[in-house]
Nanobody, 116 residues
Framework: QVQLVESGGGLVQPGGSLRLSCAAS????????MGWYRQAPGKQRELVAH???????NYADSVKGRFTISRDNAKNTVYLQMNSLKQEDTAVYYC??????????WGQGTQVTVSS
């Protein structure tokens, strides 16, 4: 049974930082593209960042320069370092593992709330 478990969410003030972690019980973790998505209330789930096996990275324009995605294949873990947080970053953040045209898995999500 594949499991992606997010952690590290919480309440933070604007301008603050959080680091999210996603631990994956996933065979061949290193070949998966890993991603972070988020969903705010009443809105569609959107891509925040992803990282390939390369590892090359891609970020939503709204988080470029503030967020950094990384992975530790030895730990089967992907991270999202979030700096300079804004109120509009408030959302449930989901971890995703994907193999193109083959596999697509999701975690349960972790709440990030940015508020003063």
């Amino acid at each position: 049974q594949v499991q992606l478990v997010e952690s590290g969410g919480g309440l933070v003030q604007p301008g603050g930082s959080l680091r999210l972690s996603c631990a994956a019980s996933l065979s061949f973790f290193s070949i998966y593209t890993m991603g972070w998505y988020r969903q705010a209330p009443g809105k569609q789930r959107e891509l925040v960042a992803h990282i390939t096996s390369g590892p090359s990275t891609n970020y939503a324009d709204s988080v470029k320069g503030r967020f950094t995605i990384s992975r530790d294949n030895a730990k089967n873990t992907v991270y999202l370092q979030m700096n300079s947080l804004k109120q509009e970053d408030t959302a449930v953040y989901y971890c995703n593992a994907r193999l193109p045209s083959t596999d697509n898995y999701w975690g349960q999500g972790t709440q990030v709330t940015v508020s003063s």
